[in-house]
């Protein structure tokens, strides 16, 4: 986040503003500690309503709206980090053009998706994330683990069910290297462990 607050602090007064949305079905609590010392608003998509329209499985990512709620720039994979985003996004601010589009490649489903499972994986984590709101933690792991069966290339489901079972991985600081590490590990199990019901979750009950 220290990234975007210095990007925002260099272009605020350019009639730019960034609104942060945090995925995150534990609600505000969790995301708070996070973003407290931020410049600009944050909000939580405790149903993953956002990611879910645009068809969005991993994060960061980045939508641009210009004042007429027209969208200019969507990336899935979108990073402060990369120079060729930062760029993209300084062009649409100073207006030298009016729309971006980013080729790069930082996320591939390895299945082709079904529709019909996708849906089921959406309707899961709603579920999972009402059952968390009623303190049910093993329920909506169980909700979770399934959702991913359906969806398997879906990070953000990936991560909601790394947060209620390794917190320690994500407060106080959030552990990427473990995050990777434990991304790997989990799909080559599942790559060894499919058949006509799908493939195994490592760690589901």
């Excluded at 709620?69 to 980090?81: A, D, E, N, S």
Aim: net charge negative.
């Amino acid at each position: 986040m220290s990234g975007w607050q210095q990007f925002y602090e260099k272009y605020k007064e350019q009639n730019f503003e960034i609104l942060s949305v945090s995925v995150d079905i534990q609600g505000p609590n969790v995301v708070k500690p996070y973003v407290d010392e931020m410049p600009f608003k944050t909000v939580v998509d405790t149903e993953n309503k956002l990611s879910s329209f645009f068809g969005m499985k991993i994060i960061p990512n980045g939508i641009f709206i210009d004042e007429n709620g027209i969208i200019r720039l969507i990336k899935q994979g979108f990073h402060v980090t990369n120079e060729e985003h930062v760029e993209a996004l300084e062009d649409l601010i100073t207006e030298k053009v009016d729309t971006v589009t980013l080729d790069d490649v930082y996320y591939e489903p390895i299945e082709k998706e079904n529709p019909l499972e996708i849906e089921l994986a959406i309707t899961k984590f709603k579920l999972a994330m009402e059952l968390m709101n009623q303190h049910k933690r093993e329920l909506a792991l169980k909700e979770l683990d399934e959702a991913l069966r359906y969806d398997p290339d879906n990070f953000l489901i990936r991560k909601q069910r790394w947060y209620i079972r390794y917190p320690e991985k994500f407060e106080p600081t959030i552990d990427i290297e473990w995050q990777n590490e434990q991304l790997k590990k989990e799909r080559d199990v599942e790559r060894d462990d499919c058949g006509p019901e799908g493939c195994r979750i490592p760690g589901s009950n």
